[in-house]
């Protein structure tokens, strides 16, 4: 395991979703830096490489985050290992994109994405705050990290359940962090543009499959612009050290915008602008003949 300084040293954090991507990563960094991190899988054999790198910093937990029983077994796994020191921060990590109209959407599929995003949070982060409560003390604050989206603040077509599924994550934050108030446990969520991971893979080509609706230009559009995002997507290491930095109190925000589009989201969700002129903006961009979006 590479050295370096031990900042967290008797510290632990429950990482949700840490096969692949933004989560593995995170796992990755915060270990290296002497957390204790507890990382979630659902096939136990994905948690392996981690454990092989890691050694002991590393712990896997298996738990689908819509199952409740599987997340108090993993809940009371890692209070048996860490007794009284609790746990310092939760990253609500684990999650999944979803691309297509919002007319044509299976709705299966739909809903598996509100499961998962939405429930899923809710259910990590009311199995482990118990702990995160013994976890919190005055020279370092317990935080609950939400890994969201910049979908959580601007609706786009062809995204729409992952977009009202981040935009609810972003609710269920704020609605914690309110609540916790009192307690100092502080939420922050982070709001990313594209970042390398599985999670292009998976979705890339489901675009493909509205030839012949009324949604194929759209769709054919939301695959160029997606093949461009997965290019110029930044590594998930600059998500890695933004929680690292806030678990250890460097970034105070309640919210970070990261990545390509960080910008023109915030300017297109303010209160500020015409909802009627970010929709035209939208569709201009989406419709425009021969556009080129390299
Ligand atoms: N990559 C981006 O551009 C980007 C941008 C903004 C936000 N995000 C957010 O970042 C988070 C991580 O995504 P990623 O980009 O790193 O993608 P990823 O590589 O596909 O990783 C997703 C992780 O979530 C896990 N997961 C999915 N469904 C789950 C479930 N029901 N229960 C437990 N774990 C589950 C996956 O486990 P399996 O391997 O078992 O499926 C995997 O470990 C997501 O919340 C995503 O919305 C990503």
Redesign the pocket.
Known sequence: MNQTTQSGNGSNVVV?????????ETARCLAQKGYRVFG????RA?GKPLEDELGDKFHTLV????DKDSLERSSDIVSEIVKDDGINAIVN?????LFGPIELLDDDAFEHII???LL?TRFVTNAFLPLLRIGNREDQRSKIIN?????GIFNTPMNGA?CIS?HAMESLGEIYRRELFGEHIDVVS???????????R?NIDSTNAYEGTVYEKMAKKTHKIMEH?KKS?LP?SV?AELALDIIEGRKKKLSYHI?EGARISQILSSSLMPKRWADKLIHNALNKKNQNTQ
Do not use: H, M
């Open positions: 949700t979703g840490v096969s692949s991507g933004i989560g593995q979630s899988v659902r096939k994905d738990f689908d985050v819509c990590n684990a999650g999944l994109a499961k998962v995003n899923g890994i969201s989206s910049l979908s992952y981040k982070i709001r990313s543009g594209p970042i390398q991971s599985e999670i292009w998976k995002a997507a998930p998500i990545g």
